[in-house]
């Protein structure tokens, strides 16, 4: 969702930070730092009885750490289309099926994305090229001790916490 | 976690958007933006069977969401005193027992934002004035349901989920 009122303050390729009017009780009106976002998916590709993850650095934290493949994105693509081509660039699989797990808002204060999160299943080689600018290893775990590792603290992206546990939970684990 | 090449793009009063060199194999170099961010407190206020949550609404998706109780830290706060004051901002409750939920990072491609989960007892009234820009209402809801919610994706918000899953987790409900 965008308003009227916003004022671009930096536009990025993928995203942009924008000033947005916020109407305060007694007429005050201030403005908002707010990241204008695509949105993106978040996708829990199924192998078998495992579990596709990446082992990915991330600049901002300066460490590499556990996720499920996801990305961000393009304009005016299709959410599914966005998954399946996320899917193939990430891990070099293709699926037949995508299942929704529905969708999260990662960071509500600060932006407006939305995050859709889907079963993949069927999987079949058929890579993309990687985007050059990310450092992705794969790992192949089962579904079972990356539950517990959501629930007790050990996995720390957020939205790979929420992945794992609903699909789970949609598969009656 | 900053870094000596961080190059300030706009500077917030909580945050700031920084360009951040990334080094590609082949010796190229890029920049690519983050979130400069101080990290965040994510509170599950237990008052009897209840859960106090917030209604709160968000101006970067223009609606009013469920979510547990959350804030920024100051620069130089600690997180335990931070956890305080933000429970007694939003919610009006001090507690006695802040326990830890764990951490978490929301957006790891965006920003370098740490959320420390903290469950919260022993609460006694003693407010604190809210932020004016923020517009709240207190929802005091039980957990297990919440506990349904948070599986079935009623709930949206990231933080909120994963705090409410881990402490029904914490409790072994």
């Known amino acids: 969702m965008t308003s009227r009122s ?7 390729s993928a995203w942009r930070l924008v000033g947005r009017e916020i109407h305060l009780p007694g007429g005050v009106t201030r403005k ?11 996708l829990l590709p199924l192998l078998e009885d495992r579990v596709v993850m990446v082992w990915q650095y991330r600049l901002a934290l300066d460490q590499s750490i556990l996720e499920l493949p996801a990305g ?7 959410w599914e289309e966005c998954a399946q081509r996320e899917l193939r660039e990430e891990t070099g699989y293709r699926a037949a099926q995508f299942v929704s797990l529905g969708h999260i808002w990662p960071g509500p204060g600060l932006t407006n994305e939305q995050m ?29 001790p990356l539950l517990r590792m959501a629930l007790d ?21």
Chains 1, 2 share one sequence.
């Open 6 to 12: 916003d004022e671009t303050l930096w536009q990025g």
């Open 32 to 42: 908002k730092p707010i990241i204008d976002h695509p949105g993106s998916v978040v």
């Open 72 to 78: 961000t994105r393009h304009p005016g693509e299709a």
């Open 116 to 144: 859709r999160l889907y079963l993949a299943t069927g999987l079949t080689l058929d890579p993309l090229p990687q985007d050059e600018d990310e450092q992705i290893e794969i790992r192949l775990l089962p579904l079972e």
């Open 153 to 173: 603290g050990d996995l720390e992206d957020a939205k790979s916490i929420i992945g794992i546990i609903r699909a789970a939970h949609h598969l009656k684990i």
